[in-house]
């Protein structure tokens, strides 16, 4: 886990990888895996949040709409309004699975369970 | 270096490093060390680029505005419209340096450099 100045705005994506993610009960739900990019708009997507597995193994992955994550430096990790209960239900995807990055449909499917507005615009 | 899907208008950021930079001679700049992210305007700030240096040691880096990068799939890396003379005038820090990400005065020479808008807009 890596702990970020929380005074930066400009962070890099090494860092943010790493990073663990908790609700606002303070329940440690993943950690950051990866950071999806927007070649087109030059918009951050999605954080990939990492959980379940062992050593990778079994490992599972939810696309976060990046602007669900606030980062708390008193915990020293990003905190999303979100029970483990609603994240049961969220979009997820393994390993091996290919998700259809920029295919709105399935992007929109993303942005609307988390009732955030898409990152390209409406 | 990795070669990216060229239809993926979005990707992650772990591909994106390791990725060689070219200049439209085809020369080999360098290759993406890390990513800059503006966590509150969402956007991609920068890619780090490498160059010089020997496993590691002795390496500079260049923050080339994101909007500065074009994927070339003939090349299999990025392509950007500078000579190594014109590189050599670019703003550039040290792996030990801690450059003033965040403060507009610093970021305004990098984008005035590249004649690239600003990121955060203007």
Redesign the interface.
Known sequence: METLDE????????K??GTNVYNTEGDLLGEIH???????S????YA?MSFGGFLGIGEQYHPLP??TLK?DTRQGGYVVGLTREQLQGAPTFALTDSPA??DRAY?TRIHDYYKTAP?WGV
Chains 1, 2 share one sequence.
């Open positions: 005074n930066a705005g400009v962070i890099s994506a090494s943010v990888t990866d950071v999806m990019l927007d070649k087109r030059g918009r951050i997507a990939i990046w602007a980062y990055w920029g992007e990152y």
